[in-house]
Structures are given as structure tokens and as C-alpha cells.
């Protein structure tokens, strides 16, 4: 198993343009997420999905836009970049049966808007 | 609303010795999980190990030991034997056990090096 993969790795935008981040899990987790984590703090969640065609919003949805079509992909949509939103991006899944819900992450996208 | 201090930004300790990072949260529920992440310089967050809050035992795992202090609303993780690959930033997490809050809250982290 590949567990939670994230591309691209690094990207540069400028201000107001538009990309999207990708992730995938092979672990049949039904629950993904994605966190932003800026520098000296920990993750906040943005966005989050508990199955396929659900989503809901995390603390910092502003700016954001998900969707989850299949139980693997869970894409996350920036659109009009801003510099504050230049962070590192961690997807992660869960399985609902785990009862501690252990998150297990991608390896992180790093994002700078100029 | 739940939160989680690190009040230690960095530590340090010598190859083969033991580490203690110090980690309270403030929540009024009775029922949560705790957790502890490693982030080494790759960025990936690695879980080191995890509580619930209704086990009275504290979680081990390897060289990795917690201290659960309930009423105290502490949470501290113990290294032993430190290697050169346990230097990481490490976070300490919160996240409720009921309802429909998946959320997982953070500290800010602690910086740990090992010196050889």
C-alpha cells in the first residue's frame, strides 16, 4: 500500500490564479481530510469528507473548495490564490470502524503565493 | 472549544538518554483520544502513539511511553534510549470521541534534537 499520497510536492502561484491539490488513499479509508499548517503552528483542518459525496467544513474553509467523487481522491481547490494562504497542505484518511479515528497523513504539498 | 499547549518550542537531549515533552489540553468533555505526531524534516506526520481518555493504563509503544494524567489534563511524551532519528518536531493532538467533530486540534510543537 502506497497509504496517502499528495501531489505536487511544491508549487508557486501568483496571486490569483487557481490550482488544485491532489490526494489519493489506497487504505479503503472512508473519512479524508486536509490540513494547512503555517509555519511555528500546528495543522487546522480545512476541509473534511466522511464518505463519497459528503463533505463538510473544518475551521479554515475560507478560500477552499473540495470534493469527493470517489472513496480514494479527495482534491482540494484553491481558487484566486493569496499569499495567506501560502502553507503546507497535509491530506490525511481514517477508517470509521478504528474508534480512535487515527489519522494518517500524506506527505504534505508546500504552496508559496507571490 | 478544545485546545492543546506545548509550552516547550524546543528540546534537546543526548543519544541514548531519556526525553520528556510536556503537553495540556483544556477540554470539558470526558470521553477523547490523545496523540502524539512526529515530523521529521521530511514533513510527514508519523502517529508515535495514542490514549483514549477512558483507559486508566498509559500507552506504550517501543521506546515511546505516555504519562496520562486525566484530572491534570496533561499528556506527556517519554523517549528513552534516544536515537539520532528521533529528532523530529512532535505535536501533541486532541480530537473529541462522539458527535460528528473529526477534528483533530494541535499544539504548536516541540523541537527535539538529539545530540550525539
Known amino acids: 500500500n502506497a497509504g496517502v499520497t499528495q501531489t505536487p510536492k511544491f508549487r508557486i502561484l501568483k496571486i490569483g490564479q487557481s490550482m488544485t491539490l491532489q490526494c489519493t488513499q489506497d487504505?479503503?479509508?472512508?473519512?479524508m481530510y486536509w490540513y494547512r499548517q503555517d509555519p511555528g503552528m500546528g495543522l487546522k483542518l480545512i476541509y473534511y469528507s466522511v464518505g463519497a459525496g459528503i463533505t463538510d467544513k473544518g475551521e479554515v474553509p475560507n478560500g477552499y473548495n473540495v470534493s469527493r467523487s470517489t472513496t480514494e481522491d479527495f482534491p482540494l481547490r484553491l481558487e484566486l490564490a493569496a499569499p495567506s494562504q501560502t502553507s503546507v497542505y497535509f491530506c490525511a484518511s481514517s477508517y470509521f470502524s478504528d474508534p480512535t479515528d487515527t489519522q494518517y497523513f500524506g506527505p504534505g504539498t508546500r504552496l508559496t503565493v507571490l | 472549544a478544545q485546545t492543546v499547549t506545548q509550552s516547550q518550542p524546543e528540546m534537546s537531549v543526548q543519544e541514548a538518554e531519556t526525553v520528556t515533552l510536556s503537553c495540556t489540553y483544556d477540554?470539558?468533555?470526558?470521553?477523547?483520544?490523545l496523540f502524539w505526531y512526529k515530523q521529521p524534516p521530511s514533513r510527514q506526520m508519523i502517529l508515535v502513539i495514542r490514549q483514549e481518555a477512558y483507559k486508566q493504563q498509559n500507552a506504550t509503544e517501543n521506546r515511546f511511553s505516555v504519562n496520562f494524567q486525566k484530572a491534570a489534563k496533561s499528556f506527556s511524551l517519554k523517549i528513552s534510549d534516544s536515537q539520532l532519528g528521533d529528532a523530529a518536531m512532535y505535536f501533541c493532538a486532541y480530537r473529541s470521541s462522539g458527535g460528528s467533530n473529526y477534528k483533530l486540534t494541535f499544539g504548536k510543537g516541540t523541537l527535539l534534537t538529539v545530540n550525539p
Open positions: 487504505m479503503n479509508h472512508n473519512y
Open positions: 477540554t470539558s468533555e470526558s470521553d477523547y483520544y
